[in-house]
């Protein structure tokens, strides 16, 4: 089975804290995404990337970075993490672009006092 | 953009019942149609996968159905569990370069003994 481990199931930072969320998948994936998860608004896309060294902006990228230096992970950045970035932050993978099928963590539930 | 909305956003069945949740979307140049589940604090499990030359598929007591010419998909629950009590999310992905899912917000399901 195919598995991708979130580093943490819950953190809290403070305002400010640079924050790095982790991600690791171990079936080989190219693809890697980082979504947050809020109520009422779903899942909306952070960043992905297609490749090592390679990123896309999603739709909400303001305030994050990403970094992926080996295939097997995909960092999530906060670069200074503010209240608004309290969310349930979701990573996954899949084995081509065309999303054939996808494969989440646990998730990370990050508080931001 | 592609839109995706789910109805109803809620659910509550008492056990045994069938039921049917409903996924809609904008854009019929879809390629794929994924089904999830998500429970309380958890991340994303994938159900059902419809590749875009399918109709339906069927796993155990679930089947998916996908209309592309109307932009609809469903998904049925046949006599249900109260184990079944989750969140139910279904994703659209085009398949292109860009291979990215796009969300609906969910259908949050609580069965009931």
């Known amino acids: 089975d195919v598995k991708v481990t979130q580093s943490s199931r819950y953190l809290v930072k403070r305002t400010g804290e640079k924050v790095f969320l982790e991600c690791v998948q171990d079936m080989d994936h190219e693809n890697m995404f980082w979504y947050r998860q809020d109520p009422g608004l779903g899942l909306r896309l952070i960043y992905f990337?297609?490749?090592?060294?390679?990123?896309e902006k999603g739709d909400i990228p303001e305030g994050y970075s990403v970094s992926r230096e080996k295939k097997e992970r995909f960092s999530l950045i906060l670069e200074s993490a503010s209240t608004n970035q309290t969310s349930m932050y979701l990573c996954?993978?899949?084995?081509?672009?065309?999303?054939?099928?996808?494969?989440f963590g646990q998730g990370t539930r990050l508080t931001v006092v | 953009k592609q839109e995706v909305t789910q109805i109803p956003a809620a659910l509550s069945v008492p056990e045994g019942e069938n039921l049917v949740l409903n996924c809609s979307f904008t854009?019929?140049?879809?390629?794929?149609l994924q089904w999830f589940r998500q429970d309380p604090g958890k991340g994303l499990t994938s159900l059902l996968l419809i590749q875009s030359s399918q109709r339906e598929q069927t796993s155990g007591r679930l089947n998916a159905s996908l209309d592309k010419s109307s932009g609809r998909s469903t998904l049925y629950i046949a006599a249900s569990q109260p184990g079944d009590s989750a969140t139910y999310l279904c994703?659209?992905?085009?398949?292109?370069?860009?291979?990215?899912?796009?969300f609906g917000r969910g259908t949050q399901l609580t069965v009931w003994p």
């Open positions: 990337s297609y490749d090592v060294k390679m990123k």
């Open positions: 994703a659209i992905d085009r398949g292109s370069t860009l291979g990215r899912l796009y």
């Open positions: 996954a993978s899949s084995l081509d672009r065309g999303l054939l099928r996808a494969f």
């Open positions: 854009d019929s140049a879809i390629y794929n």
